[in-house]
């Protein structure tokens, strides 16, 4: 029994493309005899013709990946773009050295290497990003000595 005719008409019907439609191959006696839209809304309610669903993108391997990357696995330098500068947030690095310079001139201000007034000052120019680093402020504390 051929049933093309009927394949065509509901993929038309349900606008999907006639490689979707399934027909039951058991069925088929009674397929052909259908010819009316309603004769096949009947046979798609007794599921003797079906639409199959399109078959997505696998996701299994991209939650596998995600799992990797929660470990921190998947980061050597070959995955790696571009400098450690640029992979690390300006912020955090603004934090990082601001943070240890002010750490030093509290040492320093408890230790009475330095006075209230220049603690304030030194304070202050730090805070402006004056200093590169700690050496660079230890430096210039030394110049003020001189």
Same mark, same amino acid.
């Given at each position: 029994?051929?049933?093309? $005719?009927?394949?065509?008409?509901?993929?038309?019907?349900?606008?999907?493309?006639?490689?979707?439609?399934?027909?039951?191959? &058991?069925?088929?006696?009674?397929?052909?005899?259908? *010819?009316?839209?309603?004769?096949?809304? %009947?046979?798609?309610?007794?599921?003797?013709?079906? @639409?199959?669903? *399109?078959?997505? $993108?696998?996701?299994?391997?991209?939650?596998? @990946? +995600? +799992?990797?990357? !929660?470990?921190? $696995?998947?980061?050597?330098?070959? =995955?790696?773009?571009?400098?450690?500068? %640029?992979? %690390?947030?300006?912020?955090?690095?603004?934090?990082?050295?601001?943070?240890?310079?002010?750490?030093?001139?509290?040492?320093?201000?408890?230790?009475?290497?330095?006075?209230?007034?220049? &603690?304030?000052?030194? &304070?202050?120019? =730090?805070?402006?990003?004056?200093?590169?680093?700690?050496?660079?402020?230890?430096? &210039?504390?030394? !110049?003020?000595?001189?």
């Amino acid at each position: 029994m051929n049933t093309r $005719q009927q394949k065509e008409l509901v993929a038309r019907m349900t606008c999907v493309g006639k490689d979707r439609v399934w027909v039951s191959p &058991y069925n088929a006696e009674e397929i052909s005899s259908a *010819i009316t839209r309603h004769d096949m809304r %009947t046979l798609i309610g007794k599921d003797i013709i079906k @639409i199959v669903r *399109i078959r997505g $993108q696998s996701r299994v391997r991209a939650r596998t @990946i +995600l +799992l990797q990357k !929660k470990k921190s $696995q998947r980061c050597g330098p070959g =995955s790696r773009k571009g400098t450690s500068k %640029t992979r %690390t947030p300006h912020k955090a690095e603004w934090m990082k050295k601001i943070r240890a310079l002010r750490a030093d001139l509290l040492k320093m201000k408890m230790k009475n290497f330095i006075k209230p007034e220049e &603690y304030t000052k030194l &304070y202050r120019l =730090s805070s402006s990003g004056f200093f590169r680093n700690k050496t660079h402020l230890n430096l &210039y504390i030394k !110049k003020l000595r001189e």
